[in-house]
């Protein structure tokens, strides 16, 4: 599996899982009733910078983050050129990178066994119920955060995909970029099945 946490001593790392679920929350919420204010958009962006900047991570680390998004700012961006102006596009990609910054900032700053101690205890209270229906807190919290992990793991899929085929001088087609992600995403599930497999997860 990819790491993606990157331990530290910051005031974010230490931060408890679920203030920063509430933060990212807050943060979705506000940029949502507030679609047009340049002044929210502007301290949420503050937000995900000094947040970079408190967890050690960086302007660099930040500018790596947005790197990394630029084929989900083309996705966003196409569409809503073709029904909006260029500023209401640029508003709406501009929040919806800010919170996917934050999300990224969270996954960065977040151990794996933190996030699965906050979702059971969360669940923690239903799990008579859900053994009723042949669950448990332990399985759906650990669902949960292989499910926040895979994304940015397949985003990198997907970068990786890319760099091969410039360095080849071939052009993206849907097949030839939609196939080896395919492939790379089945092979990280059996090998994520695998080590569960080998701790004793069924």
Request: overall charge positive; glycine content about 6%; cysteine-free.
């Amino acid at each position: 599996m990819i790491p993606l946490y990157r331990p530290g001593t910051s005031l974010l790392h230490r931060l408890p899982v679920g203030a920063k679920f509430l933060g990212i929350f807050l943060a979705a919420l506000i940029a949502s009733i507030f679609r047009e204010s340049l002044g929210v958009l502007l301290v949420i962006w503050a937000a995900s910078l000094l947040g970079f900047l408190l967890a050690g991570i960086g302007v660099r680390g930040l500018l790596a983050q947005l790197w990394r998004l630029k084929w989900l700012v083309v996705v966003l961006s196409v569409p809503q050129l073709i029904f909006l102006t260029p500023a209401e596009t640029s508003y709406n990609v501009a929040r919806v990178l800010a919170v996917v910054l934050l999300a990224s900032l969270f996954t960065l700053t977040t151990a794996t066994s933190e996030i699965l101690a906050s979702f059971e205890r969360v669940l923690r209270p239903l799990d008579p119920l859900l053994r009723r229906l042949g669950l448990s807190a332990e399985r759906i919290s650990l669902a949960l955060s292989l499910t926040i992990r895979s994304v940015p793991v397949i985003l990198s899929f997907y970068a990786e995909i890319r760099e091969a085929q410039r360095a080849r001088g071939m052009r993206p087609t849907p097949r030839g970029t939609v196939l080896p992600l395919l492939v790379m995403s089945l092979r990280h599930a059996e090998e994520t099945a695998e080590a569960l497999a080998a701790r004793g997860v069924r």
